[in-house]
Structure formats: structure tokens, C-alpha cells
């Protein structure tokens, strides 16, 4: 793949995917959403959290990841720039699922424990990254798929092609009619 058919497939992601991206995307967009909103919210799921984790510079890093999250979110729900803003949301579902579960399988994650057994272990990685994984798997989705044809970038590529045909039909002779 070229680094021209690379640009394409983000900045004109195919459309024809499911309608029911859609759905994946209010759902990813929206907890991504909440998600930011909480780390600026509450200190304990922010900057405190990212440094119980420790995250370098978690007074930056954490309000970064919320206006990432915010942003992004927005941006997945209304389906514009789909597959950009994919990419760092998948990167960071990876980093928390490595910073985060892998500690709680060997007991030794610096965050509360889980509400309820298993504590630690495999099935408690399982039971804890069910929405990480949720996550993650969505904007795969997304990433392969595209946003669909009910989204910002399905509009915007109609627009396009719309003043295409326009910009066509002015640039031709008119006919000549002769009487």
C-alpha cells in the first residue's frame, strides 16, 4: 500500500459499510465521552488515577486522555473522521488493558480491588476488561469497516461528489443549437 492509498483510506473511508455502525459508533463515542468527562470530574478516575498507575506526568496525561476522550467520542458518535480517530483510541485501550490487568492478575495492581471475587487471577482480567475489550474491539470494527453511510464523513463524501458532477457539467460546451 502506497502512502497515497494510505491517506485515502482515512480522509475518504469507504461508506458502504452497515448502517449499524451507527450503533457501534453512539456506543463507543458515547463511553469514550463519559469517560473523559469522568476524568475531569473526578480526580480518583484523572490524574489520580494515572498516577497510582504510574503514568509519567499525570497531571498532563491525564487531562490529555480526557480531551482526547471527549473529542474523539463526539467525533465517533456524528461519524466524522471514523477511522482517524480509531487509531489512538485502539493504542489506548491496548495501554490501559497492559497498565491495568496485568497487575490485577498477579494481585499487585495499586487501584482498588474488584467489588466482588475473583480478585486477582485470569477470570478477574476477564470480568474487569469486559468493557476495555468492548472498547477496543469497536474501533477495530470501525477501523476496517469505515463509519457507514448514516455519518459526517457519508455526508461529506456525497457533498464532494455532488459539486464534482456540478464542476463536470459547467466545464462542458453547451450545445449548439442552430435554428
Given amino acids: 500500500m502506497h502512502l497515497k492509498d494510505l491517506i485515502r483510506f482515512f480522509t475518504h473511508p469507504s461508506?458502504?459499510?452497515?448502517r449499524?455502525?451507527?450503533?457501534?459508533?453512539?456506543?463507543?463515542?458515547?463511553?469514550?465521552?463519559?469517560e473523559g468527562l469522568?476524568?475531569?470530574?473526578?480526580?480518583?478516575?484523572?490524574?489520580?488515577?494515572?498516577?497510582?498507575?504510574g503514568m509519567p506526568m499525570p497531571g498532563v496525561l491525564a487531562p490529555a486522555i480526557a480531551l482526547l476522550e471527549i473529542v474523539g467520542g463526539l467525533l465517533l458518535m456524528s461519524g466524522l473522521g471514523t477511522r482517524?480517530?480509531?487509531?489512538?483510541?485502539?493504542?489506548?485501550?491496548v495501554v490501559a488493558i497492559l497498565s491495568t490487568k496485568i497487575a490485577l492478575y498477579f494481585g499487585t495492581?495499586?487501584?482498588?480491588?474488584?467489588?466482588a471475587p475473583p480478585f486477582t487471577g485470569w477470570w478477574a482480567v476477564l470480568h474487569e476488561s469486559r468493557s476495555d475489550y468492548a472498547q477496543?474491539?469497536?474501533c477495530v470494527f470501525l477501523l476496517?469497516?469505515?463509519?457507514?453511510?448514516?455519518s459526517v464523513d457519508a455526508l461529506l463524501q456525497r457533498w464532494r461528489s455532488s459539486g464534482r458532477k456540478m464542476t463536470q457539467r459547467s466545464t462542458r460546451p453547451a450545445a449548439v443549437v442552430e435554428f
Avoid: H
Fill in 38 to 53: 469522568l476524568k475531569f470530574a473526578y480526580a480518583n478516575q484523572g490524574v489520580g488515577r494515572f498516577t497510582r498507575l
Fill in 84 to 93: 482517524l480517530i480509531s487509531v489512538p483510541f485502539i493504542v489506548e485501550m
Fill in 20 to 34: 449499524s455502525a451507527l450503533i457501534i459508533r453512539l456506543m463507543a463515542g458515547g463511553v469514550f465521552l463519559s
Fill in 15 to 18: 461508506t458502504s459499510g452497515p
Fill in 144 to 150: 476496517a469497516s469505515g463509519p457507514g453511510p448514516w
Fill in 136 to 138: 477496543l474491539l469497536s
Fill in 109 to 115: 495492581s495499586p487501584l482498588p480491588r474488584p467489588p
